[in-house]
């Protein structure tokens, strides 16, 4: 096997756990509700780099939504669709667009998500660290098995 086919085969794996982890994060932190975040992630290799792609709202559940920061338009929309999906019932003589409402504005007011300190679940980074930390060795081998190979041309020709 050449030293690209070898790089290719841990970005595959490298790709493919990531995914893995990051979509076992969203179920273990309790941030998977409608399952489009999960089931959006996919990953391409790009040379020797991978790039993992996502649904947009993906940087507010990982990263929190600051206090008085812009909510989309239709954001109660969401809301109540998310309370539909969580199972998540109106107050006693509410309307569920109108519990959805003060959801929204408590998050305005106060940010997103409570129980992570409004700062975010971090499950993008806490998945990607650990899958890196775990590869390591193996692109390291890859890495210098190319290297290898391009040294015992140099010798050979020269």
């Known amino acids: ?15 493919s756990e990531a995914l893995e982890r990051l979509r076992a994060n ?8 409608s399952n489009n975040l999960h089931d959006s992630m996919y990953y391409k290799i790009v040379g020797s780099s991978i790039e993992i792609f996502m649904s947009s709202y993906a940087m507010t559940v990982d990263e929190g939504r600051r206090a008085y920061a812009r909510v989309p338009r239709g954001f109660a929309k969401d809301i109540e669709r998310w309370m539909s999906f969580k199972g998540i019932s ?6 569920t667009m109108q519990s959805a409402k003060a959801i ?13 300190g409004y700062s975010g679940s971090n499950f993008i980074d806490r998945a990607v660290n650990n899958v890196m930390n775990e590869f390591d060795d193996d692109l390291l ?17 020269g």
């Open 1 to 15: 096997m050449d030293r690209e086919q070898l790089i290719r085969r841990v970005l595959e794996r490298l790709g």
């Open 90 to 95: 109106p107050q006693r003589g509410k309307t």
């Open 141 to 157: 081998t890859a890495w210098m098995s190319g290297l290898e190979d391009e040294l015992n041309k140099i010798e050979t020709n």
């Open 26 to 33: 969203l179920s273990k932190d309790k941030t998977r509700a």
């Open 104 to 116: 929204a504005n408590s998050i305005y007011r106060k940010g997103a998500i409570k129980r992570f």
